[in-house]
């Protein structure tokens, strides 16, 4: 499984764009990279996913390193509901026995 | 709201005991996962099941075991429980068998508290 490292926790205001990085050296080919976030109290729930590309979608962007070694998940504006805690996932089937690990902690503040 | 039921939402059993936890998944999804979440080891998967049959095992014990039904709902079964074993469990499904281009759906999750 590839190794990710993220930091763990970040900070930002309120209607402010939020880069969070990640660090996945290790990557295969085929892997794809996840992003999962788990607010409080909650069930993780999915943000966004990419394999080459950047991505959009509604809730945030995927920005992809071109060497696949790195990628950057940015809320564009964050709410105070974007404060959890933020997984990269890289990977090829939800089968494999990875851990979610630490992820990243996001604080919004008012 | 995921489309993911677990019940129930907390159980509090005694160790030796043994408990079914249960997992109905998004209408039209055939993957069920679970995962293990406790505050020093993380997010855990243990076992997926594809449209009634088991795909892959992570760290699951031998004490737990589970299985999907033809309507494709799934339990995971805990027995001769330990304090250890007091963690959130949840459940995941996704449309087909799991692969890198699919989004993972998670439920609220079980609360489990071994006395």
Same mark, same amino acid.
């Given at each position: 499984?590839a190794?990710t490292?993220?930091?763990n926790?970040?900070?930002?205001n309120?209607?402010?764009?939020?880069?969070?990085?990640?660090?996945h050296?290790?990557?295969?080919?085929?892997?794809?990279i996840?992003?999962?976030?788990? *607010?409080?109290?909650? $069930?993780?729930?999915? @943000?966004?996913?990419?394999? !080459?590309?950047n991505?959009?979608?509604r809730?945030?962007?995927l920005?992809?390193?071109?060497?696949?070694?790195?990628?950057?998940l940015?809320?564009h504006?964050?709410?105070l509901?974007?404060?959890?805690v933020?997984?990269?996932?890289? *990977?090829?089937n939800? $089968?494999q026995?990875? @851990?979610?690990?630490?992820? !990243?902690r996001?604080?919004v503040?008012? | 709201d995921s489309?993911v039921?677990?019940?129930?939402?907390?159980?509090i059993?005694?160790?030796?005991?043994?408990?079914?936890?249960?997992?109905?998944p998004?209408s039209?999804?055939?993957?069920v996962?679970?995962?293990?979440?406790s505050?020093d080891?993380?997010?855990?998967?243990?076992?997926?099941y594809y449209?009634?049959?088991e795909?892959?095992?992570?760290?699951?014990l031998e004490?737990f075991?589970?299985?999907?039904?033809p309507?494709?709902?799934s339990e995971?079964?805990?027995?001769?429980?330990?304090?250890g074993d007091?963690?959130?469990y949840?459940?995941a499904?996704s449309?087909t068998?799991?692969?890198?281009?699919?989004?993972l759906f998670?439920?609220s999750?079980?609360?489990l508290s071994?006395l």
């Amino acid at each position: 499984d590839a190794k990710t490292t993220q930091p763990n926790s970040m900070e930002s205001n309120e209607e402010e764009p939020v880069h969070l990085p990640c660090n996945h050296s290790t990557i295969s080919g085929t892997d794809y990279i996840h992003w999962y976030r788990q *607010l409080p109290s909650q $069930g993780p729930e999915y @943000v966004i996913h990419g394999l !080459t590309s950047n991505v959009n979608n509604r809730m945030a962007s995927l920005a992809i390193a071109e060497d696949r070694k790195s990628s950057t998940l940015i809320l564009h504006r964050a709410t105070l509901r974007d404060a959890a805690v933020y997984y990269c996932i890289p *990977l090829f089937n939800y $089968g494999q026995n990875f @851990v979610f690990g630490p992820g !990243t902690r996001l604080s919004v503040l008012p | 709201d995921s489309g993911v039921t677990q019940t129930p939402k907390h159980l509090i059993t005694a160790t030796g005991q043994r408990v079914t936890l249960r997992c109905s998944p998004r209408s039209g999804d055939l993957s069920v996962y679970w995962y293990q979440q406790s505050l020093d080891q993380g997010l855990q998967f243990l076992i997926h099941y594809y449209n009634g049959e088991e795909r892959a095992k992570g760290n699951i014990l031998e004490r737990f075991s589970a299985q999907q039904f033809p309507d494709l709902h799934s339990e995971l079964n805990l027995s001769s429980l330990e304090l250890g074993d007091s963690a959130l469990y949840f459940c995941a499904s996704s449309v087909t068998q799991g692969w890198g281009d699919e989004k993972l759906f998670f439920g609220s999750g079980t609360q489990l508290s071994v006395l």
